[in-house]
């Protein structure tokens, strides 16, 4: 290792220890390895590294989902605002909890970029400017405004139901999808 950092450019080097940092991370959630082991302010150490050989500011992380498909396997970045919030009730098995909890925050966002906090009332066309910036400019725009509208509804009435019920041990895989599902709808109103 210490020959590839000594022969690599900065850039490959950065790269190569966030995507570490990732693969430590989601290993853990994953309860292939135990948290107890990493510490958090050394994954944070080690982070700002990276982000620095690749020249951009410490401890500043994209507010956004990202995801990669390799060797079968796709691994999906949540969205952070999301993953902060469930981190820790995730870590804990709190699966119901924390699928509740990343709603939640998707419903916040809504409000704040609507004004609304139910998918049924902030998706109005009137609202398309607030929410993504713009009017559909064609019939594929508008069908994936509508698309986006009801993914929202779907967030808005599953959330109903958790929160409604008392709480109860859901399978983490199961979870996982439904907080990816909420980590999707959120981005998808961040980005104007």
Do not use: C
């Not at 790269?15 to 958090?40: A, V």
């Not at 109903?160 to 399978?171: G, V």
């Amino acid at each position: 290792m210490r020959g590839f950092w000594l022969a690599a450019d900065d850039k490959t080097v950065g790269k190569t220890i966030i995507k570490f940092i990732e693969y430590i991370e989601n290993q853990i959630l994953i309860d292939n390895l135990k948290k107890t082991d990493f510490p958090e302010d050394r994954i944070k150490a080690v982070q700002d590294i990276g982000e620095r050989l690749l020249g951009k500011k410490a401890g500043k992380k994209e507010n956004k989902s990202q995801a990669t498909f390799q060797n079968g396997n796709i691994n999906i970045v949540l969205q952070k605002d999301i993953f902060d919030h469930v981190q820790k009730l995730l870590n804990d098995g709190h699966y119901f909890n924390a699928v509740e909890e990343a709603y939640k925050i998707v419903r916040k966002k809504l409000k704040d970029v609507s004004g609304k906090e139910k998918a049924t009332d902030a998706f109005s066309a009137s609202n398309y400017e607030k929410i993504f910036g713009r009017q559909p400019v064609n019939d594929a725009e508008r069908d994936f405004f509508e698309g986006v509208k009801f993914l929202h509804m779907a967030i808005q009435f599953l959330r109903n139901e958790k929160a409604h019920t008392p709480a109860r041990d859901l399978d983490k895989n199961l979870a996982i999808h439904y907080i990816a599902l909420a980590s999707l709808a959120y981005d998808l109103i961040n980005r104007k």
